[in-house]
């Protein structure tokens, strides 16, 4: 286990390919959105996990009918996991784990958001409270941000050692690798540092070592 998520924000199968094939050996999973899926397609997930485990970050957030079929579809093109919002409510979200199992995947919750107004709406209470209906739904874990570490621990507070927490926000957001897994974070997800950096793998390693001296 490295501690990094490599996201990949990239709009073509070029430049996707090759940031996943110089990083493959320094990242844990490969995290793709709407970016990546709408400039490639959906084929792509089965070109990249080759290299890692895919996470589908489409932020899923409907009701549950939808949900399900959202989801049916990123677990057939063969990703790993999905990321969904939480502010849907409990059936939404058990739905989403509900179809996840059933395809041996897994569902991570954002719980709060990284960017300057993230905390805007998710505040303090609201984000405690989708983490902990994360814990309660069965998600594998949530997403926490890593320009605010304090948020972290509160948030590793709510959902005790279960669940996993994969934060975003290192590098070109301003956070460090370092406080955010001190704060208490499984995994680093981190994008535009890397995938934009003339040498991704130098960029990568960078991280590695930073989360090692931690150990
Ligand atoms: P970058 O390292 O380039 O800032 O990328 C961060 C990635 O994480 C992006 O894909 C972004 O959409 C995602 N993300 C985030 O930055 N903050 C959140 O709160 C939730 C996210 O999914």
């Excluded at 209470?125 to 983490?131: F, L, M, N, P, T």
Aim: net charge negative; proline share 4%.
């Amino acid at each position: 286990k490295t501690g990094i998520i490599l996201a990949l924000d990239v709009t073509d199968e070029e430049n996707a390919i090759r940031v996943t094939e110089a990083v493959a050996d320094m990242v844990d999973a490969v995290k793709i959105g709407y970016p990546l899926v709408l400039g490639t397609g959906l084929q792509i997930v089965s070109k990249l996990s080759r290299y890692a485990p895919i996470i589908a970050d489409f932020k899923v957030a409907d009701i549950p009918n939808t949900d399900r079929l959202i989801c049916e579809h990123v677990f057939k093109a063969g990703c790993a996991a999905i990321i969904v919002q939480g502010f849907t409510g409990p059936d939404s979200l058990a739905e989403c784990v509900k179809t996840a199992n059933e395809f041996g995947g897994k569902v991570f919750v954002v719980s709060e958001m990284s960017h300057p107004g993230g905390d805007y709406f998710f505040t303090d209470e609201i984000s405690k409270e989708i983490a902990a209906l994360a814990k309660k739904s069965g998600a594998f874990g949530i997403v926490a941000p890593a320009t605010r570490p304090e948020r972290v621990k509160e948030l590793r507070a709510v959902i005790g050692a279960d669940l996993k927490i994969i934060s975003p926000g290192v590098g070109a957001q301003g956070g460090s690798a370092a406080d955010t897994i001190k704060a208490g974070a499984d995994w680093v997800i981190v994008g535009r540092s890397i995938y934009n950096a003339a040498d991704p793998k130098a960029e990568a390693e960078k991280v590695k070592s930073e989360i090692e001296k931690l150990i």
